[in-house]
């Protein structure tokens, strides 16, 4: 009975009924496929039924046009800006029995440890003298004896934390769900984004994977979104860890809840992740995926999601190597982090038994901002809209209509002229500096005044300003 409750429960949000019926039904033949990307290159998304035929195409000739369709998306909505985070464990503590993570519960190959105040104040001068300005806080779900307060804490920690030239200027949140009056905690910390995978969306295998602890229940995890919007949080991030069940199941999945929150709230998730599994410390699931997502088809994954929600972040994490990171920047990734350490300590330590998965890019940060910005992106360090309120459908009613550039293409420059500034490699100074230059002269002439201002302003020893 309580298996059926569950199910029930999870049939309102997604219905798996739907969703084969749905990768059963569709064909990608190539006129289905080329009206259909007529249609994404409108900007105004995608049905849910389009999905399926362009997760089937398998022609390399039509794999070419969806490819060049979300190169096309990509650039009219996000020009050449790519937006650098780094992610912060300050916790690997967790209850919860998830077979394919380092951090469960059970597993006796790594050391725990949660930072104390005063490590997590030296990470933050770590990543300050990098060059970041906005991190995502991580946490394995379960707290020390403080319980949320610790997390709490430790974002004040963060914020308070200054060193030479620089300091955090937004942290969004990934831990465990909470309800309703713990979000408005979390909210009057001032964070950004809060992020929640679902893992994956397909109940039986969730509950394959998810065997103790909390996480165990699927629907109080799936509706965590819900709560932490109905608490005031504008801007929510949701995920797929790809490699659990079918990608093409998840991704209808994914919309599916993506819908929910539209018809619910009114407004969808700011971000979406795409990490695929990789190996984790005494995890053999994640040696060796139950369903491995090729590099083709993650390539697909990331060109669907850019046509289908085309105004919505999606990250890509050091994960994945720097070639794939390459290949998908200019199919739709719009977030990425670098210098990643996925262990709690981990900028200062390297204690690599801490981890919580492999990573396939470990070069520092500088080494990732020349390579950026080689091949034509912009890297920003912006957080002016969390600063000035355009967050959730404030957000997306300027990003719409393109509004949302005249703001972001002046913010990254600045902010990319304040890293070259206090920060890079000499190396890193010469190809960033000539990439502004370019940058500006690309823009139309109201736009290149004020990011010359701006960049001006940063150049004379201004910082953090933005518009």
Known sequence: M?????????????NETLIYDALKAKRSDAGAVREILAKALELKGLDYNDIPVLANISSPDLLDELFRAARKVKEEIYGRRLVIFAPMYISNLCGNECLYCAFRARNKSIHRRALTQEEIANE?????????????????????????????????????????????RRINVNIAPLDADEFR??????????????????????????????????????????????????????????????????????????RHLEKTWGIGPH?????????????????????????????KIVAILRLAVPYTGIIMSTRETPEMRRETFAL???????????NPGGYGSEDEDSSQFSLGDHRPLDD??????????????????????????????MARPGDIRHHCDPNAASTFMEYLVDY?????????????????????????????????????????VYC
Not at 271 to 295: C, K
Not at 371 to 388: E, H, I, K, M, N
Request: charged share 30%; aromatic share 8%; proline share 2%.
């Open 2 to 14: 309580k298996n059926e409750n569950l199910q029930n429960q999870n049939t309102q949000i997604i």
């Open 124 to 168: 933050t001068r770590i990543l300050i003298d990098q060059g970041h300005k906005r991190i995502l806080l991580v946490a394995g779900e379960a707290y020390p004896k403080e319980g949320l307060d610790y997390i709490l804490e430790s974002i004040a920690t963060v914020y308070a934390t200054r060193h030479d030239k620089g300091e955090i």
């Open 185 to 258: 905690r979390l909210k009057d910390c001032k964070i950004g984004t809060y992020q929640l995978f679902q893992e994956t969306y397909h109940l039986e295998t969730y509950k394959k994977m998810h065997v103790a602890g909390k996480k165990k229940d699927y629907f109080w995890r799936i509706t965590a979104m819900d709560r932490a919007l109905k608490a005031g949080i504008e801007d929510v991030g949701i995920g797929v860890l790809f490699g659990l069940f079918d990608w093409r199941f998840e991704i209808l999945a994914l919309m599916q809840h993506i």
């Open 271 to 299: 971000t979406i992740s795409v990490p695929r599994l990789e190996p984790a410390l005494g995890s053999s699931i994640a040696e060796q995926p139950p369903q491995a997502v090729s590099d083709l088809d993650f390539r």
């Open 332 to 342: 739709g990734v719009s977030q990425i982090s670098a210098g990643s350490r996925t």
């Open 368 to 397: 990732v901002i020349r390579d950026v910005a080689q091949l034509g992106y912009v890297p920003s360090f912006c957080t002016g809209c969390y600063r000035l309120g355009r967050t959730g459908m404030d957000f997306m009613d």
């Open 424 to 464: 890079a490699s000499d190396a890193t100074r010469e190809v960033g500096e000539r990439l502004i230059a370019r940058f500006i002269d690309e823009m139309d002439e109201r736009d290149a005044r004020r990011t010359q201002a701006l960049v001006a302003r940063v150049v004379d020893g201004e910082r953090d």
